[in-house]
């Protein structure tokens, strides 16, 4: 049971490390918030990841597969907020960029929809995630598949508030400036996947 546990957090960590919306999210929620509102907002990020995981591992990804109807819409909807978030950060001042920001500027209900629509709103990362944890479910015993899922979700638990931590701990060693740009950056980046999951809606139609 240990060693499946301990199976599934390095899974999971090797799963979520690579750079990807919900870090560059939480990396720029890090640097722009208080310490603990951003860890309040890592907590977010993690639930909406771990509810991924755990629907990816028993298989939702057939609902996408079997309901093209349903893909169309996550695409319509994933790429319309996505690039939203990604124009925000874009347009994004330095008084925002810089840690003194002020409580007014930011809106847990945002958050919320934020951490909610770089999980759940891309339906290439629901079929890719029921795919590897599918085949991961699998290849278990039946009796030991939730110490998987479970190492998995302390995986998710582990690195987001990890990645947060450090990141609010390193952001005064930041430039106003910089941080302005890393925006920029994020946003491009993010607005870029919003247009591909666009162009993959029209393809699909």
Not at 159 to 164: N, Y
């Amino acid at each position: 049971m240990l060693n499946t546990w301990l199976q599934g957090l390095l899974f999971g960590v090797a799963y979520i490390a690579p750079i990807g919306l919900q870090n560059l999210y939480m990396i720029n929620t890090a640097l722009a918030q208080p310490r603990r509102r951003a860890l309040k907002v890592a907590l977010i990020v993690t639930f909406f990841d771990i509810s991924l995981a755990v629907s990816c591992f028993y298989g939702i990804g057939k609902l996408l597969e079997l309901y093209s109807w349903l893909e169309l819409v996550v695409l319509a909807i994933g790429s319309i907020i996505v690039m939203y978030i990604g124009i925000t950060l874009l347009l994004s001042h330095s008084q925002s960029a810089s840690h003194h920001n002020h409580s007014g500027q930011f809106s847990y209900k945002s958050a919320v929809v934020s951490a909610f629509s770089v999980a759940w709103l891309n339906p290439q990362a629901i079929l890719d995630g029921t795919m590897l944890l599918g085949a991961f479910r699998f290849s278990l015993a039946s009796n030991v598949q939730n110490y998987f899922i479970l190492g998995v979700a302390m995986a998710s638990v582990i690195w987001f508030l990890s990645l947060t931590t450090i990141t609010s701990a390193l952001k005064d060693r930041f430039q106003p400036r910089f941080l302005v740009l890393l925006n920029r950056i994020c946003g491009i980046i993010i607005i870029v996947y919003g247009i591909k999951l666009l162009v993959t809606f029209f393809q699909k139609l």
